[in-house]
């Protein structure tokens, strides 16, 4: 009888407790939900297309202007002898600093043109590269994750690592280059690769980039001279795969026909010198064509001379039918130490070089959100330093976004510390290998620390041992 009575007792408690657990559990569920659900969502960027209605860009149903830089290496680079794919590191490090200087929209060659090089997306006519994939893959989505745009263009006029028109007309033996225009097997081969491009699905997103509403725009290519059928065959045939994403007219120079082509959502001029009156004559022809207008490259060193830049940026902010710009062009850090180089004469490195240029760094990020008609926030710190070597007394130290000047500390007791500051923000980029010219013997570790303009600090860098 005790036993029967126990068992009920426990079988009542039993129920209670399933009882609780069928409430709170859906309840835990639905509020864990909700949180990540908002966590997510705040986090995350518009999942809508940039549309356009007539010489307007629109995102949500509200205009949208941008400013942003030329990235080109982003799926592929060179260190001027042979081809080499840039580190996850870098491809952050740049979309970092362009996010910081306000960008909203950046234009990537190598994202789109890829062609004839070992680790070229299309090696050999008709064979893909998956690893190169893999890595316009990891830039687009680093890009999404940093709430910006992309432009892609889809093949050079011009002899570069990358490829261009040149790699489809040597495939098939065709002498002449400008033939890349109208020999129907070079048209073919290259509707082959553009069909490969935007049918790829993103091996970290999941999402074909047909579908992805990062990428902004397809351009038909980089400073090409086609005549209007092979535009209009181009751009219809992009049209046909992808009907999500704008199609740009990456003619050097568009004419009415062009411009009256219904698959050509957007325009584009290159200013190398800055020109303001070619700038607002180009946003003209445009306009009057109902069609968007973007200076898509510029020289904003000021080195081919041309108008101010002070003249330029302002003369883009206030015509309407202007709806973007994008200078040439951005490098961020090595994985060393030190900037990537690029010998061009165009290259911006967020610390800069001289005080005329870092005026100039301060100029863009100012313009950049004067087209986004948002408030210019403060900078938000640096990212976190990583020394890379040190060879006796020579500390090397991976960059990190937006840094200026960097500290040095010091200690002689172990990695955890004291320790002794040896250089108060003493040091730049340009600076590294860094020299501890007094370095004691025995024994040593270094810690980094690196400060935007403002002076915010960034975390220290892990410390690294010397001279043990």
């Not at 570069?160 to 040149?166: F, I, N, R, T």
């Not at 980089?222 to 740009?248: C, F, Q, R």
């Not at 190398?272 to 020289?299: C, I, N, R, W």
């Not at 960097?406 to 320790?419: D, F, I, K, V």
Request: glycine share 6%; net charge negative; with cysteine.
């Amino acid at each position: 009888m005790q036993k029967k009575i126990q068992w009920r007792i426990f079988l009542v408690v039993l129920s209670v407790v399933v009882l609780l657990a069928l409430v709170a559990i859906p309840l835990y569920l639905w509020q864990s939900a909700s949180h990540h659900t908002e966590a997510k969502t705040s986090s995350q960027p518009s999942s809508a297309f940039v549309t356009r209605s007539g010489s307007h860009l629109l995102l949500d149903g509200h205009p949208f202007r941008f400013a942003g830089p030329n990235i080109y290496w982003l799926g592929l680079d060179t260190d001027g002898y042979s081809e080499l794919y840039p580190s996850h590191f870098r491809v952050d490090d740049a979309l970092t600093t362009a996010a910081a200087m306000g960008a909203t929209v950046v234009r990537a060659h190598t994202l789109g043109i890829s062609v004839g090089c070992p680790l070229c997306v299309e090696p050999t006519r008709g064979s893909f590269n998956e690893t190169a994939l893999q890595h316009i893959d990891y830039a687009i989505q680093a890009a999404r994750a940093h709430h910006l745009r992309l432009i892609i263009p889809l093949v050079d006029n011009w002899r570069y690592y990358h490829g261009g028109k040149h790699t489809f007309t040597d495939w098939r033996h065709v002498d002449a280059e400008t033939l890349f225009y109208t020999d129907k097997n070079v048209i073919s081969d290259f509707e082959s690769y553009v069909q490969h491009i935007l049918n790829r699905v993103n091996s970290y997103t999941g999402i074909a980039y047909k579908n992805d509403p990062t990428i902004m725009a397809w351009e038909t290519g980089n400073e090409i001279s086609p005549s209007t059928s092979w535009t209009k065959t181009i751009a219809g045939y992009i049209k046909s795969i992808d009907a999500h994403h704008l199609v740009m007219d990456g003619s050097k120079s568009a004419n009415a026909a062009d411009l009256a082509l219904n698959t050509i959502d957007m325009f584009t001029q290159h200013y190398y010198p800055l020109s303001t009156s070619l700038l607002e004559s180009d946003a003209q022809v445009a306009a009057y064509q109902h069609k968007v207008f973007v200076a898509g490259e510029y020289d904003w060193t000021g080195t081919r001379g041309g108008d101010a830049l002070s003249s330029f940026l302002p003369d883009i902010e206030h015509q309407s039918e202007i709806a973007g710009d994008l200078y040439w062009s951005l490098f961020g850090h090595n994985d060393t130490y030190g900037y990537t180089q690029h010998d061009d004469g165009y290259t911006l490195h967020y610390a800069s070089d001289t005080q005329d240029r870092r005026v100039r760094r301060q100029a863009l990020r100012a313009h950049a959100y004067a087209m986004s008609k948002q408030p210019m926030p403060a900078l938000p710190a640096p990212g976190t330093p990583l020394i890379t070597s040190i060879y006796g007394n020579a500390i090397s130290w991976r960059g990190a976004d937006i840094a200026v000047h960097y500290s040095l500390e010091r200690s002689t007791h172990g990695a955890n510390g004291p320790w002794t500051v040896i250089c108060r923000q003493c040091a730049t980029d340009n600076d590294t290998p860094w020299i501890d010219d007094h370095q004691p013997s025995g024994p040593s570790w270094y810690r980094v620390q690196a400060y935007n303009q403002d002076g915010i600090a960034s975390p220290y860098s892990p410390s690294a041992a010397g001279n043990i």
